[in-house]
């Protein structure tokens, strides 16, 4: 799955290329620029200056408090807020003057003096034993604030665009790393000078908002993934890597912090703080994109099986076809006992069953269809039916909508609203029961299980991540990724 990442890789090894480098993050206000900008410093194997324009020195480390963590001497910030610097007030050429050097010092002398002091500063800085990295925040800030009051009658001034020239010129004759942000983002002529572009933007989908970040230039460094989401909770700064689909395996639920609170336990710590637990008597709708592969759901519910099983549940799984039946059994076998899971799971398959012997995942066959009421299936299986009129542990069901609707269209006969309900009262008719539903929003039984469902959660796969938002109850877009060895998954917040 998706894992958790302080920057993506490329940019990390970006940063750390031996010769001197540039690297422009431009993006529009509030899309995550200074933030990422902070933690390329925090990763940096060197000398840090950071020059900014935005806050003071005090009000940069009340909000950023890792960075006064840093070894002393680590880090230089420059206030530049209150400077005032003006193209118009430099008389280069009158200092080089007086300076015993050759003509091309002379010039090296006079572009230095041309750039504004809070680059001199910053310079100044430098180690000339160690790599450094300087950070401008907002580079379009000293610019804006140099060329405020145009240059006199008379006076002559490198432009816009040499200026940066002489940045980037004098960048190669030290052993530095230089990281201008840019409050835009439109390219222009520094996008030709600088080794490294990085965009950050924020997205709207489904009036939610995302941030993501672009890789558009990183020289010498090889791009495979140049699209990362990444989130600002928690004060820092974090990318999501993409998913890899061998990875979507069921891990074992977490720990139940609270076990005598009604309702079935989801397994994992995030889901349960996004949308509760798993209360018996209600639905529960996971709607599946059109690109979203089908191994997604079985991370998130094969947790809530696990759990229910362990807790003295029973488990039905109305299986998609295009799931084995033998698979769901062998994917959370050795997570509960071979005696449990015989007695406690089953699964119903659209799949024909082949002649000969039983096969150990049980699967039933012939479907029973009800004469009464909304027309399910039911297992002819009395001792798994019974046996749940003693529990008194919710008990769960897994049913996609896919899999109903085949199993109506061999029997010959319509479902309607109230399936999923009626399935868990004919199955579990004197124990408590939540149904999770499984569908894809173009399921033609989709439009009839919306209404009924208490909890809507809608997953979407996009550059390889896979988004959950909260419809019932709301939620920000989280992204399901693995960290740590004890939660089955996490669901990291875009915010």
Known sequence: MSVAVRIPPELETFSRVPNAS??????????????????????????????????????????????????????????????????????????????????KEAKDVDQFLWLPQAVQSAWSFADSKKPTMIVFDSWDAVLDQYYERTVGTGQTGPSRSEMERFLVARLMKKNLSLVLILERDTSSTLDYLVDGIVETSRRLVEGRLERWLTLLKLRGVAIPDDTYPFTLASGRFTAITPALLRDFAIHPPADDPHPDEPGLWPGSTDFAAAF??????????????????????????????????????RGLLLAAPSIDPED????????????????????????????????????????????????VPVPEDPEFIQGALTTDRPNLVIAY????????????????????????????????????????????????????????????????????????????????SLEGLTEPYRLMPVL
Do not use: C
């Not at 796969?461 to 992204?479: A, C, E």
């Open 276 to 313: 509760g637990r798993l209360e018996p008597g209600r639905i529960t709708l996971l709607e599946l994109d059109s690109a979203a592969p089908r191994e997604i759901p079985r991370v998130i519910l094969g947790p809530m099986m696990i759990q229910a099983l362990r807790g003295g549940g």
């Open 328 to 375: 769901a059994f062998s994917s959370v076998r050795g997570m509960v006992s071979a005696e449990v899971l015989a007695s406690r799971m089953r699964v119903i398959s659209v799949i024909p069953i082949p002649p000969g012997p039983a096969k150990s995942s049980r699967m039933f066959a012939p479907y029973h269809w009800t004469t009464e009421g909304p027309s």
């Open 401 to 480: 909508l896919s899999a109903i609707e085949a199993a109506a269209e061999a029997a010959d006969v319509k479902v309607g609203h109230g399936v999923l309900s009626a399935l868990g009262a004919t199955v579990f008719p004197a124990s408590p029961v939540h149904v999770v539903a499984v569908a894809r929003s173009g399921d033609s039984l989709y439009q009839s299980v919306n209404p009924v469902s208490e909890s809507l959660i809608k997953i979407r796969y996009s550059n390889g991540r896979v988004f959950l938002s909260g419809h019932r109850p709301y939620s920000h877009p989280l992204i399901l």
């Open 22 to 103: 540039s690297l422009v993050i431009r993006g529009p206000p509030g899309s995550g620029k200074t933030m990422l900008a902070l933690e390329l410093m925090g990763s940096f194997p060197g000398r840090r200056v950071y020059v900014s324009f935005r806050v003071t020195r005090e009000s940069l480390f009340d909000q950023i408090p890792w960075l006064g963590k840093l070894p002393p001497g680590e880090i230089e910030v420059v206030d530049a807020f209150n400077h005032s610097d003006h193209a118009g007030d430099h008389r280069p050429a009158e200092h080089a003057d007086r300076l015993m050097v050759s003509p």
